[in-house]
Nanobody
Framework: QVQLVESGGGLVQAGGSLRLSCTAS????????MGWFRQAPGKERQFVAA??????????YYGDVVKGRFTCSRDNAKNTMYLQMNSLKPEDTAVYYC??????????????????WGQGTQVTVSS
């Protein structure tokens, strides 16, 4: 089991940027694929981005609503994953969660394929 802690959320105006971090403890992040999800009040948890790691090859995946605006990356040496969010919109307002999965590539958009989750960090984008 890996413990995950998100940070970096906050209040930002539309068009602004935030960078979220997800730091792991308990196990090394290099053993997992990692994902970001978000959940707004009254809505289902939504896939945002994921980064897989298989040996020396890293691949990233994005939900359609954030493509071109968000960038997901990982620093295995720091046991940390990042989500750089640019051109934020009010509809990006949600609690953002990071999660760890043993899936290597396929299935990373499905929340059910992640076994460990952080507690979430609130992102609020004002218009």
């Amino acid at each position: 089991q890996v413990q995950l802690v998100e940070s970096g959320g906050g209040l930002v105006q539309a068009g602004g940027s935030l960078r979220l971090s997800c730091t792991a403890s308990g196990r090394t992040l290099s053993s997992y694929s990692m994902g970001w999800f978000r959940q707004a009040p009254g809505k289902e948890r939504q896939f945002v981005a994921a980064v897989s790691y298989s040996g020396s090859v890293t691949a990233t995946y994005y939900g359609d609503v954030v493509k071109g605006r968000f960038t997901c990356s990982r620093d295995n040496a720091k046991n940390t994953m990042y989500l750089q969010m640019n051109s934020l919109k009010p509809e990006d307002t949600a609690v953002y969660y990071c999660a760890a999965s043993t899936y290597l590539r396929t299935g990373l958009a499905a929340p059910g394929n992640y076994g460990d989750w952080g507690q979430g960090t609130q992102v609020t984008v004002s218009s």
